[in-house]
Nanobody, 117 residues
């Protein structure tokens, strides 16, 4: 059974940091490109960052470049999102996504990040 379980969300003050984790199981993690998406209240889900299966090439939304870092540990079947210099516009539910060669992607249930003083 495929599972993507996000963790690490919570309440953080503006300027603070959080590290999200996504633990994967039930599929061959190293074959899959992994991504983080987010959905803020009243907005559409958007791609935040992605990392390829081979070479670990990363890609970021312009809004998070220089602040967020995506990484993966294939030995632990886990993808991470290090988020620094958080601001209120980063408040959202963050979702983990696994994609393999255009097949139907897998999604986690999300973890809530709230940036507020």
């Amino acid at each position: 059974q495929v599972q993507l379980v996000e963790s690490g969300g919570g309440l953080v003050q503006p300027g603070g940091s959080l590290r999200l984790s996504c633990a994967a199981s039930g599929f061959t993690f190293r074959w899959y490109s992994m991504s983080w998406y987010r959905q803020a209240p009243g907005k559409e889900r958007e791609l935040v960052a992605s990392i390829t299966s081979v070479g670990g090439v990363t890609n970021y939304a312009d809004s998070v470049k220089g602040r967020f870092t995506i990484s993966r540990d294939n030995a632990k079947n886990t993808v991470y999102l290090q988020m620094n210099s958080l601001n209120s516009e980063d408040t959202a539910v963050y979702y983990c996504n696994a994609n393999y060669r255009g097949s139907l992607p897998y999604w986690g249930k999300g973890t809530l990040v709230t940036v507020s003083s």
